[in-house]
């Protein structure tokens, strides 16, 4: 964190959250790090996203992810919410999450949607 920075509260990354649908997310895949962009909805409290199927995607339930939010123009702040994925596998679930008009990188053959609760949530402006 920038050494002016000031913390926002739970409440207030909560949202910050809510209020944008992209962001980016960080993961390790075989030691490296990988960081994506990606579209997300913020739903009673949970991440839901869509990843095609791949390398990427086995990798998200086997580890901590983090989603990162941020806005430099007008003013600078930056969330980030850790957490574990877990894929949604309900069929009333899948089709909740297509609903939701999630985008994907183009040329996906398989989709899968996931979802993650925060354990734990922090940012800050300045």
Known sequence: MPEDAVALSSR??????ESETSG????TVN????VM???????AGNVVFAMRDGPLQRA???????????????SNWMVVVVGMATEVTDP????????LGLRYPSGARTVRYFTYSPEI??????
């Open 24 to 27: 980016h997310i960080a993961l």
């Open 31 to 34: 030691a490296l790090p990988v």
């Open 12 to 17: 207030e990354c909560e949202a910050l959250i």
């Open 92 to 99: 009333a679930q899948q089709a909740a999450c297509r609903d």
């Open 121 to 126: 949530i922090s940012g800050y402006t300045d």
């Open 60 to 74: 998200l339930v086997s580890q901590p992810i983090a989603l990162e939010i941020d806005r430099v123009h007008p």
């Open 37 to 43: 962009p990606i579209d997300y909805r913020w739903i």
